[in-house]
């Protein structure tokens, strides 16, 4: 287990399940690169996450099901979808430049997370090794990209912990009692 990880397992406690293997190479198939060794320690721990009732980190799908060679296609739509509105976010907000590549664009913007106010979890995938990718935070309902000089599990643990600065504004804890729930099966 990472250290980042580590910090975030002692916020949300035992998973209560298994560790679940992932084939994570759908991953370099489907979105053209290998992701964060904290995002896959979080995805094999604890499953698809919700935090809150309102922020949910998108993984790849664990149902026994689903073929390996389908699990990422979620997350692949994800960051179409998400590629698509950063394209016309800068349509809208030219003077912003262009501080990010959307996907699929080598060094673009990852997501892997979202949450009810429209804000958008994502990687600065421009550094080569995705130990070194910062999060970056974009507030899709105004003209602010947020950067986060640590990795996703750092990012949450600051978030859930209180100790990021806009962390009431990033997950709504009136939205449900429990810290964390898992989505996956």
Not at 1 to 24: K, Y
Not at 128 to 139: F, G, K, T, Y
Not at 144 to 166: K, Q, S
């Amino acid at each position: 287990m990472t250290s980042a990880i580590g910090r975030l397992a002692e916020v949300m406690g035992d998973p209560g399940r298994e560790p679940v293997e992932v084939r994570w190479a759908g991953a370099v198939e489907k979105l053209g690169v290998q992701l964060p060794s904290d995002f896959r320690e979080l995805v094999e721990r604890y499953g698809r996450v919700q935090y809150h009732g309102d922020l949910v980190v998108v993984a790849p799908s664990l149902r026994p099901d689903v073929p390996d060679g389908e699990r990422f296609n979620g997350l692949h739509r994800f960051n179409q979808d998400l590629g698509e509105m950063l394209e016309q976010w800068y349509e809208w907000y030219p003077e912003l430049g262009r501080p990010y590549e959307p996907f699929p664009a080598p060094g673009c913007l990852i997501g892997w997370a979202n949450n009810t106010s429209n804000d958008y979890f994502c990687w600065d995938t421009s550094a080569a090794d995705p130990d070194q990718w910062p999060v970056v935070l974009w507030r899709y309902g105004g003209d602010e990209m947020n950067r986060f000089d640590g990795g996703m599990a750092d990012f949450l643990a600051a978030v859930l912990t209180g100790d990021y600065p806009d962390a009431e504004e990033l997950i709504d804890r009136s939205m449900g009692p429990a810290m964390w729930r898992s989505l996956s099966p």
